[in-house]
């Protein structure tokens, strides 16, 4: 079965510091992943996706993710956080039935 | 095109009240999905509809029900609302949940509270 864990549920760094969220997977066959990201009073937007093409994917807003069969990771970065990165971000991974099994979230602050 | 909308965005109900939370979307997608999020436990799936005609229970499906009324409408009933169902419910949709890394759209979510 698939699984998902998000290593720290906040995160916190200073404007234009780099951003490091954590994501390590659980999987029996290849997988598909996904970062998402919500940000306050509103619903889940795609920030990037993982599907066997690339190992390294940019996403939106400057953000990108590595995918490390090795390490079952797909840790999300972005070189200098802004203001506007202040958000929940939930990794995801697709079961063989093709339903998403998310993370429990990381809430990132981004302070001045 | 509006993507996923979902009505209505904020409800109170009183324990033992039904309800149903409405969500539709325009792209043509073949799969829809309910979610409730809760603090700490990401987002949990209660049922989804792979196509139209066709609904299957999540990981926490009991004390919902579910009706896919076309394609591009998916509704969630709560027939008698208790407090563990205070949450935050998020529809989503996709065009097909069974193929490849299909990519799933959120509505902007319906804030319930039971008291």
């Known amino acids: 079965a698939q699984s998902v864990t998000q290593l720290g549920s906040h995160v916190s760094v200073s404007e234009g510091a780099l951003v490091l969220l954590r994501c390590n997977y659980s999987?029996?066959?290849?997988?598909?992943l996904f970062w998402y990201v919500q940000y306050p009073n509103q619903g889940l937007q795609l920030l990037l996706k993982y599907t066997s093409a690339a190992t390294l994917v940019k996403g939106i807003n400057g953000f990108e993710a590595e995918f490390k069969k090795s390490e079952t990771s797909f840790h999300l970065t972005k070189p200098s956080a802004h203001m506007s990165d202040a958000a929940e971000y939930f990794c995801?991974?697709?079961?063989?039935?093709?339903?998403?099994?998310f993370g429990q979230g990381t809430t990132l602050q981004v302070k001045p | 095109n509006a993507g996923v909308t979902q009505t209505p965005k904020f409800q109170v109900l009183k324990t033992g009240q039904s309800m149903t939370l409405q969500c539709a979307q325009d792209m043509n997608h073949n799969s829809m999905y309910w979610y409730r999020q809760d603090p700490g436990m990401g987002l949990r799936l209660i049922y989804y509809?792979?196509?139209?005609?066709?609904?299957d229970k999540g990981e926490v499906p009991n004390g919902y029900n579910v009706s896919r009324l076309n394609k591009r409408e998916f509704s969630l009933r709560l027939e008698s609302a208790a407090p563990s169902q205070t949450s935050v419910y998020f529809c989503?949709?996709?065009?097909?949940?069974?193929?490849?890394?299909?990519?799933?759209?959120f509505g902007p979510g319906t804030r319930l509270t039971v008291l």
């Open positions: 509809s792979a196509s139209e005609g066709t609904t």
């Open positions: 999987s029996s066959v290849p997988p598909y």
């Open positions: 995801a991974v697709r079961s063989n039935t093709g339903k998403l099994i």
């Open positions: 989503a949709s996709s065009v097909s949940g069974t193929r490849g890394p299909d990519t799933q759209y």
